[in-house]
């Protein structure tokens, strides 16, 4: 009886551990998230240090990648930390970039273990800052929560893995599948909810890309416009292999409030790149491709050189299509008006049904929700 009353309570407090260990992560994961959109081309960590079950400093990665989210919370925790519990939504870093290791910085701090989500695929860490805390006696456990911080971190493992960022396409489609009215006028297709999504969406992305042709027929301003959070908006790109994007126009006025990208042709006219560069926006000059419009895997390619890790890709239809059809899309989120345009307005996708995103194989489909009389339904890559 006693044996049995022993591993009854072993097995408990076991339990109650584990339940704890979830907490704190989940913890961890939240605080992460405030720095989507602001820390690359960094990734977004968030950690948790915890002493005898009470949090005693918490960080995330601050505004362009420094300082990192376990020094942050090291500063916070000071001499509380020696013997605590660091959770971290990802691998410590061992190497010395513009700042010190972090692993370095959390053996000196004393801690007693790490309970971190997931290795780090970067080449210059890759499971060496887990083996730099074993080598100095730190317990660590890695695992907790992956399936998440990969999710949170898929900007950061698309630009390590494959040199280009994690690409999220944006549409708002009518009842009948349309994204404009006849002759791409515009039209508003989703209410005010949807809308703050969406600017909570830009916030949370590093750049915003469209094509020449949406800027030419909406004049848009790209920025994110919720109250307070000017700040947050991402870099605007506009694609436009012939350089056709009027000085005139919002985004070029504002190219000095908010970084203005535009992305042409090496053979686009150097005069016109001129003028765009004395009123703030920068130029990306990519190889010329034999189809229209640009090379798509080039532009990616030159984005992630220049540290993007989450592009927000909003349209238009040509632009939509393209990427879905060269497979570069990552995650989807479709909104979905309750009004119809008209047999006459604009495909979501240009050429591709809407059915080459909601039926096919290549999509799955993670949530789905109500925004007043809209919805949103968002598909991740299989």
């Known amino acids: 009886m006693i044996f049995r009353i ?9 339990r109650d551990a584990k339940a704890a260990d979830q907490r704190f992560m ?117 695992g907790l929560c992956a399936a998440e911080a990969a999710h949170d971190h898929a900007g950061h493992f698309r630009r390590i893995r494959d040199k280009r960022p994690h690409v999220i396409l944006k549409l708002a489609v009518s009842a009948d599948d349309k994204i404009a009215a006849a002759g791409h006028e515009p039209v508003a297709i989703t209410g005010e909810i949807a809308r703050t999504r969406v600017h909570l969406l830009r916030a949370q992305c590093d750049a915003i ?49 908010t970084p203005l990208w535009v992305v042409t042709s090496d053979l686009a006219d150097a005069p016109a790149a001129t003028k765009l560069g004395a009123a703030g926006a920068q130029v990306i000059r990519v190889g010329s491709s034999a189809a229209p419009g640009l090379d ?37 989120w479709l909104l979905r008006g309750p009004d119809t345009v008209g047999a006459d307005g604009v495909p979501a996708l240009h050429a591709l049904p809407l059915a080459a995103i909601t039926q096919s194989q290549a999509f799955a489909l993670r949530a789905s929700e109500a925004l007043g009389k809209d919805s949103l339904t968002i598909y991740d890559r299989s």
């Open 26 to 142: 989940q913890l961890a994961l939240s605080l992460g998230r405030r720095g989507l959109g602001r820390t690359w081309p960094n990734p977004a960590v968030g950690a948790v240090i915890v002493k005898d079950g009470v949090i005693v400093g918490r960080g995330w990665t601050q505004p362009g990648g420094r300082p990192h989210a376990e020094v942050e919370a090291l500063s916070r925790a000071g001499a509380a930390a020696r013997g605590a519990t660091l959770y971290v939504t990802l691998e410590p870093c061992s190497h010395f970039g513009r700042s010190p290791p972090c692993a370095d910085a959390v053996v000196a701090a004393g801690l007693a273990r790490v309970v971190s989500a997931i290795e780090d695929p970067n080449p210059e860490v890759a499971g060496k800052g887990h083996a730099r805390l074993r080598a100095a006696g730190i317990a660590v456990d890695v």
């Open 6 to 14: 022993l591993e009854d309570q072993f097995a408990q407090k076991s």
């Open 209 to 257: 890309l469209v094509g020449i042709g949406t800027v030419l027929a909406d004049d848009p301003l790209l920025t994110c416009r919720l109250p307070g959070m000017a700040q947050r908006s991402p870099v605007r790109i506009v694609l436009d292999r012939a350089l056709r994007l009027p000085g005139t126009g919002r985004l070029v006025h504002s190219a000095r409030e």
């Open 296 to 332: 798509l895997p080039a532009v990616l390619h030159a984005l992630a050189d220049k540290g993007i890790t989450r592009l927000m890709v909003e349209g238009g239809a040509r632009v939509a299509g393209s990427f879905v059809a060269a497979g570069l899309v990552d995650e989807i």
